[in-house]
């Protein structure tokens, strides 16, 4: 293993704390499988188990969930270091939730379930940084259930956005029709058409037929916490 990809590895969370002594010990003992793929190749399906950790180590991948009812979907544009659904390797379900394809060429390595278990999980580092991965996770899904209740309809599309993203910054794009999104925040469709309108004028989205492209999710969300009278000279 060549330095550069030895210095890479280090710097994920997983890894991040282990002496190179201990990482040499690992690489003696563990199977990196590394490999690249093409822009538009599948990495991971949806459904499938989940019995790898996956770390892109450079370029860009999408992200795409579906919601349970098939009425829209949700893609994210992440750049790499990514580590993919650490939190799908264990528990009542094992299978993968999302679609991961590469973006841009990418750089990954893989390493399989029984792996983890049997050497990874031997270094205290290791446990520490994916438990606390896997808990971060956990109190973030239970932040957004039991966040207060959103009044306005603003503050319910930001909640919307909020709650489906993984990293507040990039690109994200919903595959949404206008009617499902304002049953979904509880209000008319001409008053969800006419906030959206407003965001794209001001050059936060853009908008086409079933879709809407958040071009910045940080700066986007960023509005939220701007006080209601003086979001309409933005």
């Known amino acids: 293993m060549n330095t550069s990809i030895f210095d890479t590895l280090l710097q994920l969370p997983l890894f991040q704390g282990l002496t190179k002594e201990d990482f040499t010990n690992i690489v003696g003992k563990v199977k990196f499988h590394f490999t690249q793929q093409r822009t538009g190749e599948v990495i991971v399906r949806e459904g499938t188990p989940s019995e790898q ?9 999408s992200v795409t969930t579906t919601s349970a009812d098939g009425l829209y979907s949700f893609t994210e544009y992440i750049q790499a270091p990514y580590l993919i659904e650490p939190q799908s390797l264990f528990g009542l379900r094992t299978n993968y939730v999302s679609r991961y394809v590469a973006h841009s060429n990418i750089n990954m390595v893989s390493i399989s379930k029984a792996f983890v278990t049997n050497e990874l999980f031997k270094y205290e580092i290791f446990r520490l940084n994916f438990l606390n991965m896997v808990s971060s996770y956990g109190q973030n899904q239970n932040d957004n259930l039991w966040s207060a209740v959103p ?55 853009e908008l086409h037929r ?15 916490d701007i006080p209601q009278g003086t ?4």
Do not use: P, W
């Open 151 to 205: 009044g306005t309809l603003e503050e319910r599309i930001y909640h919307f956005i909020r709650t489906h993203i993984r990293r507040r910054q990039g690109e994200k794009l919903f595959k949404i029709k206008m009617e499902d999104l304002a049953m979904i925040v509880n209000d008319t469709r001409i008053n969800v058409s006419r906030f959206l309108n407003d965001l794209q004028n001001n050059g936060f989205i």
């Open 53 to 61: 950790l996956y770390f892109i180590l450079k370029g860009e991948i």
């Open 231 to 234: 979001k309409s000279s933005l």
């Open 210 to 224: 079933g879709e809407i492209c958040i071009f910045e999710a940080e700066a986007l969300l960023a509005l939220s």
